[in-house]
């Protein structure tokens, strides 16, 4: 037995030991049933058993309890959800074991995120706090048909909580910590009058970087945010209510801790060793000779938008429901891509973004045998990513002609005594591509009850879109000798400039159908029995690549269009007077034309057909109240997803690991007349690829050490609250990664493609105490 293990299950059995006292003070099971939460995943309010979906909701109370302020916390109690975040400008959203992290203009998102029912998947304006809110959902499997494009394999939808004209109440919460941490937030809601109301919410959390800047500075993996969120409501009648909601956020965290382990950590002036190889353990990163002026490493990352809800009951059977939305996120991050004190180069990216959105939906439910609801929907969006790089033609030249082709933990050389004068210490280049989309659906839905214990559902969406896709190159200060420029003909090293550095553009039209089949049987109250049959289809792709020469044409790809069809079952059941929640689904799907993204000889990340794949999974929750004071509650989720034929046949899909499990229990006590709550919380994952190629030698051009792989590890947290009867104010303390385990986030990356893999550690443990107050 492992020590680690040792200490996980003396904590467990302590707790469990603080349960057998909680049942004896609760004897009576007073507040013993589970929670119920309403949901509106099929767009009309239902109870979860009654939803055919794999889906997995979380209340505001919940969240709060588990101590989730982002995606990456909430993914760990979601089964065949997994959610990777580099820096809030560089997610990855993985449903099932597909992922969708691409930040190039040109491409689509394969899992939806939404706030109140607008797309906010394009993944540079993705990865939002989550603060103030109603509930979380997560929909898995494809949800084209619900939620249309981007949800080719899953949603994630966030309900924002809304101006409440009924009362007046407020709230706040203080936290701080190891690491610098301090987070502030807020809540006010005034009703105006009776039918007005507004609502303000903020979040501001700041926290010191956990991987140590060798170099002095600002260390790296920093967190500095805010968000704010405004929120009106005005219901002049019991027909019609209207919501606004203003989002904004700003992040700017320090650099990201992309590590390099080909050499270990060295002073750039005296070339001295002053760090270990460990991928973990501090960094020596910086950006150089003036790049974009003398931008530092790290984040400047803006997004906001504005959302109109608006419902009209034209009758107790009919309901129209408008939503609108504007969106823009605007973001610029500098990055060390080569992950050791040299200059060899240094990147950015300046990624943005603006859509616009409007759907009209009109919901019949009359109580009787039919529910339905059919609408359009407009979708207008126009990004760009711009990537901006920066390289030491004298390093460089060393490093390709192998001078600084060390063997692990040998230093590297100086860079006065190794540079060549004929050389340019700052090469400068530029390339970018962009997108714009214009897209409208139709879409419709319906439930028929052919008996009180039978129903059926079919749904249907036709989706029609015009895309522009375009793409640019330039030299900043001229050609590189390295790649054999001359006084006629001016090269790039990276990227070869298009003509003029001018933008090329191409034009793609796609339409497709999605669709869903899905049977209910309730053959017991509190017992569910389902299966299901969907589509989900991801756009086509004009994907775009640099020149071959300079001034030659920009290489566009049409890549067609991905397909998945799902086959589930699925039940759900609520037992022992609602004290027993449990819910299983087992899924199967096949994949066509899986587009993925490779790193050409260049560096860039360009999409590529990996042709077929598919998925056999499972995916399990339960939640047991035997008593109010005691509470239990776990996942569990089995993804077998690997590639069947074309370049990565066999492989495991990246970022997504075979098992998940999360276990977790709240155990409270009777203390001075107040409640003492225990809530240890345990996530295990097995083994995690970080790229389609799962690092194997024959993919590789240089790197043959298969080490881009994270092994199987697991996180233990413990929040401890304590709250006397009635009163408004809560205090808690709290450890993150307790056993301090390492692990890392993300491997290979950028530097993969010279033969310098870099490595993002994960957080290390985090504690902290909090206060907060309701009123």
Known sequence: MTSKFALFLGASLATLAIAGVAHAQDATGYGAEVEELIITAQMREQKSIEVPIAITAYGDDALDRLGVQEFEELSLFVPGFEVQNQSPNNPGFVMRGITSDSGEATNEPRVSVFQDGVSISKSR????????????????????????????????????????????????????????????EGMLNVPVSDSFAVRFAGRLKARDGFVDNLL??????????????????????????????????????????????????????????????????????????????????????????????ATYRFSDDL????????????????????????PLFVFAEDA??????????????????????????????????????????????????????????????????????????????????????TAYDVFADATFKLTDQVELTAGVRYTSEDKTSGYQAYLVNGGSVLAGSTAVLARGLFVQPTAGGAVQSQDISDSGLTYRLVARYAPAEGLSLYGSYARGRRP?????????????????????????????????????????????????????????????????????????????????????????????????????????????EGNSFRLSPDHSVSLGLRAALRLAGGELAFVPTYTWQSKVYFDSNNDLPQFQTSDRIQDEVQKAYGLLNLRVAYQRDEAPWKVEAFVTNALDQDYIKDAGNTGDAFGIATFIAGEPRYYGIGFSMRY
């Open 125 to 184: 304006g993705s990865y939002v706090e989550l603060f103030d809110l109603e509930r979380v959902e997560v929909a898995k499997g494809p949800q084209s048909t619900l939620y249309g494009r981007g949800a080719l394999i899953g949603a994630v939808n966030l309900v924002q909580a809304k101006a409440d004209p009924s009362r007046l109440a407020a709230a706040s919460k203080v936290e701080v910590g190891n690491y610098g941490y301090a987070m502030f």
């Open 216 to 309: 002095g500075g600002e260390d790296f993996n920093s967190t500095d945010t805010q968000a704010f969120r405004l929120a009106m409501k005005w219901r002049p009648s019991d027909r019609f209510s209207a919501d606004l909601i203003v989002n904004y956020e700003q992040d700017t965290p320090s650099g990201t801790s992309f590590k390099s382990l080909t050499f270990a950590p060295t002073d750039p002036t005296s070339g001295a060793v002053i760090g270990d190889l460990g991928r973990n353990s501090g960094a020596t990163l910086s950006s150089s000779d003036g790049f974009l002026g003398g931008k530092d490493l790290g984040l400047d990352r803006t997004v906001w938008g504005v959302t109109g809800l």
């Open 319 to 342: 309901t129209l429901t408008s939503i609108s939305a504007y969106r823009e996120f605007d973001s610029l991050e500098v990055f060390d891509p080569d992950g050791f004190s040299l």
């Open 352 to 437: 943005q973004g603006e859509q616009v959105s409007q759907e009209l939906r009109l919901n019949y439910d009359a109580g009787g045998r039919i529910t339905a609801f059919g609408g359009i929907s407009y979708f207008h969006e126009d990004g760009s990513q711009a990537v901006p790089l920066q390289f030491n033609e004298k390093i460089y030249a060393l490093y390709a002609g192998g001078a600084l082709r060390a063997p692990n933990g040998l230093s590297l050389p100086t860079v006065n005594a190794l540079a060549p004068a004929a050389l340019k210490s700052a090469h400068r280049e530029t390339y970018a591509n962009y997108g714009e989309t």
């Open 540 to 648: 086509k792709v004009l994907s775009v690549g640099s020149p071959t020469t300079p001034g030659g044409s920009v290489r566009f790809t049409e890549l067609p269009a991905e397909q998945v069809d799902s086959y589930e079952i699925g039940a759900k059941g609520e037992l022992l007077s609602r004290r027993l929640i449990l819910e299983g689904s087992v899924y199967h799907y096949t994949y066509e034309n899986f587009q993925t993204s490779v790193i050409n000889s260049a560096g860039q990340i360009v999409a590529t057909n990996a042709g077929e794949a598919d998925a056999t999974g499972f995916e399990g929750q339960f939640t047991y109240r035997p008593t109010g004071l005691f509470e239990i509650f776990g996942t569990y989720g089995y993804s077998h997803a690997r590639f069947g034929n074309g370049l990565f």
